[in-house]
């Protein structure tokens, strides 16, 4: 009898599969869940405060197409954020860019203060010095917030993980 060293044996052996565990959910990723919770429960309180608004004339000011245009502004916005709290548990690419996108939101407030500073309030060295910290104060651990949460090495395993359904 010849023996093939290369045969598979003729026991009914096969290696268990072991699947990966699922790498941990960064800081990051919750943070925004627990903003987007709070997000989505203040955007629920104002656009009821719109509508009733818009239901009592005396209180509305803006003339009624744009009305509609506001609202659903709100309501798009509302949605992408309902729609990245319902996806980030999932882990899939949706939920990373809807947060993505309600990081870079909230970025825009530093940045409409710097775009709307006006020649006074830098008047003095110190006025200055304090515009430029107050700035960095408030938009550096926001870059650093979307940096952890879409693109660090623990976000992409996170979101390239099995996915939940």
């Known amino acids: 009898m010849n023996h093939n060293p290369y045969t598979p044996p003729s026991a009914g ?17 919750t943070i925004a869940q627990v903003i987007g919770v709070v997000a989505a429960a203040a955007l629920a309180w104002v656009m009821t405060r719109y509508a009733i608004a818009f239901l009592e004339w005396q209180k509305f000011t803006s003339p009624p197409p744009l009305w509609f ?15 990245m709290l319902y996806e980030l548990p999932r882990r899939t690419e949706l ?8 990081i870079l939101a909230i970025l825009t407030f530093p940045i409409y203060l710097l775009v709307t500073m006006q020649p006074e309030d830098t008047a003095t060295p110190w006025a200055l010095f304090g515009f430029v910290l107050g700035f ?24 390239r993980g099995p996915a939940r359904n």
């Open 136 to 159: 960095l104060v408030t938009s550096l651990p926001v870059v650093y917030w979307l940096y952890a949460f879409a693109f660090s090495r623990k976000a992409r395993a996170y979101f």
């Open 13 to 29: 052996v096969a290696d268990a599969v072991r699947e990966e565990p699922a790498p941990p959910k960064p800081i990051a990723v």
């Open 69 to 83: 245009l506001e609202l659903g502004i709100r309501v798009a916005i509302f949605g992408a954020v309902a729609l």
């Open 95 to 102: 939920g990373r860019w809807c947060g993505v996108l309600m």
